[in-house]
Every structure is written in structure tokens, then in C-alpha cells.
T-cell receptor
């Protein structure tokens, strides 16, 4: 079955500390991978995406993610977290020629301590 | 580029009533998606359109749900005889058909939060 797992429901980091949010997927086809961020009561904003090529992708707001096929992972990282990064983060997977439907993980809520 | 817009942003209704939501995609996008998101969960796919054709529907989309995109522009999602379990955020996204066999990038609207009393 196709699925996305975000093992950490809630993470708290101190402002200025580094961040890594985990994402593992199970997908039969060649996956395309996305990270979205959602602030309370808002829609989803695209942070970054991986389609092919370089497995380390850069996104907005200083985020990056690395695709590791052998581990079926697409973890999101940021070297120094800002208080404004506090939000819910969703990993999603889609596939080529399957209509673009996305399967989302449960999300990881990020809190930032001053 | 004004982004994806949804109306209304909030809707409170009584059980058994019908509700309709509207989504206006980014103007040049020919694909439009509906997702549902309940509290503490990620969005779940409901259905999608390419132009005016509805190409896929999730099993989550019961007979009480219907979606249309009559002219390939805006879309409506109607829920008939609402139930308390329908309370959720309904998200719309749009994208353009990818070329070269790649996939598309979906851009989301702010959502419509439905509360069924």
C-alpha cells in the first residue's frame, strides 16, 4: 500500500538550533516527493520538491531535503531555526503519470523555544 | 498570479443541511484537486479534474459528495445531508499538466473549514 510516515508528531527545538524532520515513504512507482508547511488555519505552502536528478534539493526559507532511495526517506533539514518556522510540516508523495494525486503523511508540528 | 482562492473560509451548518464550497484555481492551471483534512491529520485526496473532466474520485467521496468543474475554471464541492463526521478543512489545489512525463506541482488554497453541529 502507498503510504507516507512522519514518525515525529511533535518536535521542539531552540531558536538557532538545527532541525531535521523525518519522512519515510512506501510507494510502488517512481516517487516524486514534496514538503509543505501549514500555519494554523491556513492552506499549505510548498517548501521544496524532488522529481529527479540531484538528491539534495534546496527550498524556500533556507530549507533543504535529501532523497535517499535505499532508505525510502526524504528528510527535511534546516541549519538554524527561526521562531517564525513554528508550524505544521507535511511530507507528500506522488507519482509520474498517476494524475498527480498526493499522499500525505500525518504531519510534524514544530515548536520553537526562544 | 493571485493564487488559489476558496469561498467561504468558514461554514457552520446543522446536521442534515446541504453545503457548497467554491474553489477558483490559478488562472492558467488546468488541473484542480480537492482534499479533506481532519484535525491532527494530513490532507486526504478526494477528487481531481483535468479541465472539466473529473478523472479520479477517492473512496472517501461518498454518494453525498459531488464535485463539478463545468467550464474547466472554478470548481464546486457539494455535500448533501451533512453529518458531524464531515467536519473538516476542505482544501483545493491547482496545477498545470506537466510536460515531458514529469509530475505537477500543486498549489493550495487557504481552505474552507466546515463545522457540522
Amino acid at each position: 500500500a502507498q503510504s507516507v510516515t512522519q514518525p515525529d508528531i511533535h518536535i521542539t527545538v531552540s531558536e538557532g538550533a538545527s532541525l531535521e524532520l523525518r519522512c519515510n515513504y512506501s510507494y510502488g512507482a517512481t516517487p516524486y516527493l514534496f514538503w509543505y508547511v501549514q500555519s494554523p488555519g491556513q492552506g499549505l505552502q510548498l517548501l521544496l520538491k524532488y522529481f529527479s536528478g540531484d538528491t539534495l534539493v534546496q527550498g524556500i526559507k533556507g530549507f533543504e531535503a535529501e532523497f535517499k532511495r535505499s532508505q525510502s526517506s526524504f528528510n527535511l533539514r534546516k541549519p538554524s531555526v527561526h521562531w517564525s518556522d513554528a508550524a505544521e510540516y507535511f511530507c507528500a508523495v506522488g507519482a509520474r503519470n498517476q494524475g498527480g494525486k498526493l499522499i500525505f503523511g500525518q504531519g510534524t508540528e514544530l515548536s520553537v523555544k526562544p | 498570479d493571485t493564487g488559489v482562492s476558496q469561498d467561504p473560509r468558514h461554514k457552520i451548518t446543522k446536521r442534515g443541511q446541504n453545503v457548497t464550497f467554491r474553489c477558483d484555481p490559478i488562472s492558467e492551471h488546468n488541473r484542480l484537486y480537492w482534499y479533506r483534512q481532519t484535525l491532527g491529520q494530513g490532507p486526504e485526496f478526494l477528487t481531481y479534474f483535468q479541465n472539466e473532466a473529473q478523472l479520479e474520485k477517492s473512496r472517501l467521496l461518498s454518494d453525498r459528495f459531488s464535485a463539478e468543474r463545468p467550464k474547466g475554471s472554478f470548481s464546486t464541492l457539494e455535500i448533501q445531508r451533512t453529518e458531524q463526521g464531515d467536519s473538516a478543512m476542505y482544501l483545493c489545489a491547482s496545477s498545470s499538466t506537466p510536460g515531458g512525463g514529469s509530475t505537477d506541482t500543486q498549489y493550495f488554497g487557504p481552505g474552507t473549514r466546515l463545522t457540522v453541529l
